[in-house]
């Protein structure tokens, strides 16, 4: 047998619970008009302007979003139809309220990750200081997000904001960091020899030629985003992960089943539109030029029968 290893008797548990014990005794007022403030002034306005469109309306502008951003009238034909289909559901204002949760955490996440991004694009420190702090965020599971969270904001829509923001962080600042480092050296020693301050380097030269791999990062955080939407009903936030819990708590299949397609088909919407904006014009232009040349070239097969015929 194996001699036994003397364990040391650690834990992180009383520490833990005291440090947030006593950020709530000290600073739970702030957070409680924090949550006030989002609620009254974000939230509730986001999703009462949803909600004050008529659905036709809004199917139809995202259908021409979709478009704009895919050039493709089958792409938003089909987005069309999926919103449609929800609506057949009838889980309209559930995926509406869904959304609004979704299109606030992506705009938290943006406000704090880009400049995030920037910053350890620039500073090698910063980069090596929040590696390890943002593998540890996506690693860590979901779950133990929303214990502090609860215990900071209470149930409701704000938690579920905070805790989707943490877990859908990461991906947009690594890839911030990413499109900013990855930048074509030559580019830059040129825009630094025609005199560019380290401003208009940034803004006019890195951040343009990174927004595919920004709005990659944007993509991402949208579907891991939509990814907490089931764990989000659990601390009370309304939306189409209601249906889904439901269907667990009684065993509903078709209830769950419904509710997910729903998700989905709000993930593959946000996912192709997002994707579209993401890429360049000119790869855009690549990817419908085989679909121009096959057209030329049947074109050219069918000219010399049509003259032969004639």
């Known amino acids: 047998m194996f001699p036994e290893i003397p364990f040391p008797d650690l834990s992180i548990i009383d520490p833990v ?58 792409m938003a034909l089909g987005i069309m139809l999926g919103l449609f289909l929800i609506g057949s559901f009838g889980l309209w204002n559930k995926m509406l309220l869904t959304t609004t949760l979704m299109l606030v955490s992506t705009l938290v996440s943006v406000l704090i990750g880009i400049p995030t991004g920037i910053w350890m694009a620039r500073s090698d420190r910063f980069r090596n200081f929040m590696l390890p702090v943002l593998d540890v965020m996506q690693t860590m599971p979901s779950f133990v997000y929303l214990i502090p969270v609860i215990m900071l904001f209470s149930l409701g829509q704000v938690p579920a904001v905070f805790a989707t923001v943490i877990y859908a962080l990461p991906p947009l600042i ?6 900013i480092r990855q930048v074509d050296g030559e580019v830059l020693e040129a ?9 208009q380097l940034l803004w006019k030269v890195q951040m343009p030629l990174a927004r595919p791999s920004i709005m990659a990062g ?81 074109a050219s097969e069918d000219s010399p029968q049509q003259e032969v015929k004639a």
């Open 17 to 74: 619970n005291n440090g947030v014990d006593w950020i709530v005794a000290h600073w739970g007022s702030f957070f409680r008009e924090l949550s006030n403030g989002m609620r009254d002034h974000l939230l509730n306005p986001i999703n009462r302007g949803l909600q004050w469109t008529p659905p036709y309306l809004f199917i139809v502008v995202v259908g021409l979003l979709a478009w704009h951003a895919t050039r493709k009238w089958g």
């Open 174 to 179: 690594r890839l911030t960091d990413l499109g």
């Open 218 to 298: 944007i993509n991402q955080t949208i579907m891991m985003a939509l990814a907490m939407v089931v764990l989000a009903s659990m601390i009370g936030a309304r939306g189409l992960g209601q249906d889904v819990l439901a269907g667990i708590n009684t065993l509903d299949i078709g209830v769950g089943l419904q509710g997910g397609i729903a998700i989905v088909i709000l993930a593959i919407v946000i996912d192709r539109i997002t994707q579209g904006y993401g890429t360049p014009r000119r790869a855009k232009h690549k990817l419908n030029q085989p679909t121009a040349t096959a057209t030329k070239a049947r």
């Open 191 to 199: 825009a630094r020899s025609f005199g560019t301050t380290d401003q």
